[in-house]
């Protein structure tokens, strides 16, 4: 009897010295006024993301993915039923900007029987990257959805691996981000190499863009295409931190940076410092490498997408691909004002910036990707409507591999040891696993677009126009997305030529049961 008394005592002892804390500190005016219990709210507010995720949100609710979504991309990932049932619990007749995909009854779409839950389906670029411009390593890629950039610093090696691996598995590209090409790229997944501010990965000793050590990095791995990234969709206009803490010797050999220092990215490039100065400086990388060149921004200005369309028409030097990323997008950590209100969401954004490509003739020359809640069908119906002809996944591909939502990305204690550098919290995600998780679910978003794309009765998702889209302005009215958006007809739409080469690719796939090799006449 003496232990239970015992336990109380030591109970109410350890209450009462909680009181009398909370009644003599001055920091916190709800513990003084309500000592002890005035701690349960700020145990509430802190484990509010995961009440409102498991206990409170509504299927259509939380951001920024709701719980359908999250959904569905879980089944995808496992190869599970990704089918919902008892109709859609969305609200359409109010909702205005909702999308409608307008099926047709006749069309010219390959085989629709042959795609079933458990196809795997090839869906190769419409356009040929660095083709337009006679760069020397010009590909199709094989994927029209591809893993977006995510650097190894932001995630840990675990969830950089697994998407490599799964990248390798479902024939897709991964973009590197900006932190360098580590190690854990390097597990047969082939590569878009991301150059950012710091120049990471392609450095002298002084911070400085150095040409060769670039030359050496792509010559020794799987690099397919350079993106010069100049803003994205978390935080456009500003340079990313990674702090010291998180410098490991793995990373900072990875980034070409000193170990246990905090590791800074300029806000902007010091290699150009305007439109003139950036086309030499791609027509330099594409040379010296053969590799096809883009460019990765956020939308705001329009002023510069102006100016760069004009000196491509003027001057012959241009880009090989555009990746525009919407405001939306948020695997970067960032300040609140930038995550919420700078840069155009992906629409309105990539509407404006694929318009001034087409005003000038330009768009067939040009790969354009899309980044910024794309990995979900509906969203990249849409874009691949507007011009798109690739997206890139981010989130939806965390989520792939275990990520929770649990928000923690900017805490370095992300649950899931996918956003983080603890070795112990990163220690649970198996690469191998995670990484198959990651190739079904691009293999099934492939699947869902090649399924819609029939619906509307078109061979391939990049051939989908903008009058197979409206867009609900209220309970009984919409507009043709070309409306929304100001495009003339056939904006949309890749060049005869490419549009012809993806037909005969996806009929000789159709007949042959594999993908047809290129014609003579095309790149890659």
Not at 197 to 222: I, S, W
Request: aromatic share 6%.
């Amino acid at each position: 009897m003496k232990r239970p008394a015992q336990a109380a005592a030591a109970g109410a002892a350890a209450l009462a010295a909680v009181a009398v804390r909370d009644l003599l500190q001055r920091q916190h005016t709800l513990l003084r006024n309500f000592p002890v219990l005035g701690h349960a709210r700020y145990l509430l507010e802190s484990v509010g993301p995961e009440l409102r995720q498991y206990l409170v949100a509504g299927n259509n609710e939380e951001r920024p993915f709701t719980r359908d979504q999250r959904r569905w991309v879980y089944a995808s990932a496992k190869g599970d039923n990704n089918y919902f049932g008892f109709g859609t619990d969305n609200d359409l007749e109010y909702t205005a900007g909702y999308p409608v995909i307008k099926h047709r009854t006749f069309g010219r779409a390959v085989a629709p029987s042959r795609i079933d839950a458990h196809s795997d389906v090839a869906l190769p670029c419409a356009k040929v990257l660095g083709a337009a411009r006679g760069r020397a390593a010009a590909f199709r890629p094989g994927s029209v959805v591809n893993i977006s950039a995510m650097s190894f610093g932001s995630l840990s090696g675990a969830a950089v691996e697994a998407l490599n691996r799964g990248a390798a598995l479902a024939g897709c590209l991964q973009n590197t981000g900006e932190g360098g090409l580590s190690v854990h790229h390097r597990h047969g997944g082939e590569l878009v190499f991301q150059i950012g501010t710091a120049y990471f990965g392609c450095r002298d000793e002084h911070g400085r863009f150095d040409l060769q050590r670039l030359k050496d990095l792509v010559a020794g791995a799987p690099v397919r295409a350079l993106e010069i990234k100049l803003s994205q969709g978390a935080k456009p206009g500003l340079g990313g931190v990674l702090p010291a803490a998180k410098v490991s010797a793995e990373i900072a050999s990875t980034r070409g940076v000193p170990e246990g220092v905090d590791c800074i990215s300029p806000s902007r490039h010091a290699e150009f410092s305007d439109v003139d100065s950036l086309l030499d400086w791609v027509e330099l990388l594409g040379t010296e490498t053969g590799l096809p060149v883009g460019i990765k921004s956020a939308v705001g200005d329009l002023a510069f997408w102006a100016e760069l369309t004009d000196r491509m028409t003027t001057t012959g030097r241009g880009v090989d691909f555009v990746t525009v990323d919407g405001g939306e997008g948020g695997t970067g950590a960032a300040p609140m004002i930038f995550t919420d209100s700078v840069s155009l969401p992906f629409q309105l954004g990539f509407a404006r910036v694929y318009s001034e490509f087409a005003r000038r003739d330009l768009q067939g020359d040009v790969a354009f990707i899309g980044a910024g809640k794309l990995g979900l069908p509906d969203n990249a119906i849409v874009a691949f409507a507007l011009g798109c002809d690739m997206v890139n996944v981010a989130r939806e591909a965390m989520l792939a591999i275990g990520c929770i939502q649990a928000q923690k990305c900017h805490t370095d204690t992300c649950p899931t040891g996918v956003a983080t550098q603890n070795a112990w919290l990163a220690h649970g995600l198996d690469p191998a696993l995670k990484s198959v998780r990651a190739a079904t679910y691009v293999k099934t978003l492939r699947r869902d677009l090649l399924k819609v794309s029939e619906a509307c009765g078109r061979e391939h998702p990049g051939l989908i126009e903008t009058d197979s889209v409206e867009i609900l302005t209220g309970r009984t009215a919409s507009t043709p997305l070309d409306e929304v958006y100001g495009y003339e007809p056939g904006w949309g739409l890749p060049s005869a030529e490419d549009r012809a080469e993806i037909v005969r690719i996806m009929e000789a796939e159709a007949t042959q049961g594999g993908t047809a090799p290129p014609s003579p006449t095309a790149a890659g």
